[in-house]
């Protein structure tokens, strides 16, 4: 079989360790994989590399397409940028897929019958990073989602469903306190599903949706959701299943893949030779099927289930009258080699067709274009004070045909007839009404400047087919 090419970066920490027991793995099992290997992660940032990796390895990435990535050390403050984040970017890898089972009885599980996917938005949210520092008191970061963001995540979730035989999909959001960008979210994924009549639907808010997967695993198969509620879920998704260090997470854009553990460096025991290389493992027989080796990642996926179900634990999965042998990374590894071509007894043996590859999803739909007209803006302002003296100084600063509406802080309304229990910061919207435009703008924000108004930022106001595009406030 003509061999994949694919990029390998050993990573810090016990990274290099569980690399070198996860290649040899596949080497032994006839994966047929040309290895490039790339230096990322904690020398290049004590030389100063910000990123954590340099533009050649970048292009070794996007010349093979696949990415087996051990475990990164970033460090804290400074400036330093995640090479995770930065890789994600980089490539568009836009689906992070985490697969979440328990191997009960043989690793302890809180619920032995758990098998779940969390399949999570990778490139928009809060994870953009965009951030602000506004006022003496108060900062800000943006919440950014996008409706092909959306639909390419839904759509992948559903494929995804589609063709590992999964039964159902749930969305997990919070829509109900974030109308709009939340509310887009879900509206994309009723849309899409209408398309997949073969998998049931299902829509939980994210925080009992969250509990219910510590409480009740399962009752869900795939979910799918955005960047920082999948990042949470499925830590406590795999929390559950009785290993963080048996996590895995797949990277997935249209040109390029990434795949790794969920579990970090643990410099704690690096060079100690007693590291579980498992989750670096399934990750590997994931890249395996997305690669189109199958019958490969059968073979070494079936060989790890008979080393775990015959007892031979790694000390982090040892378990008295459970396991059988605790052994260090080496004995492990050599465990699962002997094993290769067995298959499990009692767990369920897996089968994975050769040649399939990675999922492929379906064209953006294209989008109606509403009606976009300017009606106001929200100007934020820093002052400390009441509201009804802030009101007296911006009313006569507006320029013609425009009206302050009211005044927020925090998103609670406080003028006019606010609450005089409303805790207020130094950080105030002007929610200012009326036909708007650029000259408008700029004389308003000259008036306020003379005024002694201190302007931090200034939002225009839509509405879209007569409809607004924005939330009200509270209050």
Request: charged share 25%; proline share 4%.
């Amino acid at each position: 079989m003509k061999k994949t090419p694919i990029t390998v970066a050993h990573g810090d920490g016990i990274g290099p360790e569980i690399m070198d027991a996860t290649l040899k793995i596949l080497n032994a099992a006839g994966a047929p994989l040309e290895i490039t290997t790339i230096e990322v992660g904690q020398k290049l940032f004590e030389r100063g590399v910000m990123t954590g990796i340099e533009p050649a390895s970048i292009e070794a990435i996007r010349a093979t397409g696949v990415l087996l990535k051990a475990p990164i050390f970033t460090p804290s403050g400074g400036g330093y940028k995640s090479l995770n984040v930065t890789i994600r970017k980089l490539m568009s890898l836009y689906a992070n897929v985490r697969p979440c089972q328990s191997y009960h009885p043989y690793i302890e599980a809180l619920h032995k019958n758990m098998d779940l996917v969390v399949v999570r938005e990778n490139e928009e949210d809060l994870y953009a990073g965009i951030e602000h520092r506004q006022t003496q008191g108060v900062v800000q970061a943006l919440k950014l989602i996008s409706r092909p963001g959306c639909e390419r995540i839904i759509r992948y979730a559903f494929e995804y469903a589609r063709a590992n035989g999964r039964k159902k999909v749930t969305c997990m959001v919070k829509d109900n306190i974030m109308k709009m960008v939340d509310g887009l979210f879900y509206q994309v994924f009723e849309e899409i599903s209408a398309d997949y009549p073969d998998i049931q639907k299902d829509r939980y808010i994210i925080d009992i949706g969250a509990a219910r997967i510590a409480s009740r695993p399962q009752d869900f198969d795939v979910i799918v959701t955005e960047n920082l509620y999948g990042d949470i879920i499925s830590d406590i998704a795999a929390e559950v299943t009785g290993s963080v260090g048996l996590g895995i997470s797949a990277n997935i854009g249209e040109q390029c893949a990434m795949f790794e553990a969920m579990h970090g460096t643990a410099p704690d025991i690096a060079g100690r030779g007693i590291a579980n290389p498992s989750g670096l493992l399934l990750g590997a027989i994931m890249m395996l099927t997305h690669c189109g080796h199958g019958k490969a990642a059968e073979t070494v996926h079936n060989a790890w289930f008979k080393t775990i179900e015959d007892g031979i634990h790694t000390g982090d999965i040892y378990r008295e009258g459970t396991s059988r042998q605790r052994v260090g990374t080496a004995e492990f590894t050599d465990a699962v080699i002997a094993r290769l071509g067995k298959k499990p007894t009692e767990m369920k043996a897996v089968s994975y067709p050769d040649g399939k590859g990675g999922i492929k999803i379906p064209a953006l739909k294209p989008v109606v274009q509403a009606k976009k007209e300017w009606i106001g803006l929200d100007v934020f302002i820093e002052y400390n004070g009441k509201a009804d003296d802030l009101a007296e100084k911006v009313k006569p600063a507006l320029a013609s045909g425009l009206e302050l509406s009211i005044l927020t802080n925090r998103g609670v309304k406080c003028w006019p007839k606010g609450s005089s229990g409303t805790f207020c910061t130094d950080h105030w919207c002007a929610r200012v009404l009326g036909k708007a435009d650029t000259a408008k703008l700029v004389e308003t924000l000259q008036k306020l400047e003379k005024a002694g108004v201190t302007v931090v930022k200034n939002e225009n106001l839509y509405s879209f087919d007569g409809k607004d595009g924005f939330t009200a406030a509270a209050g």
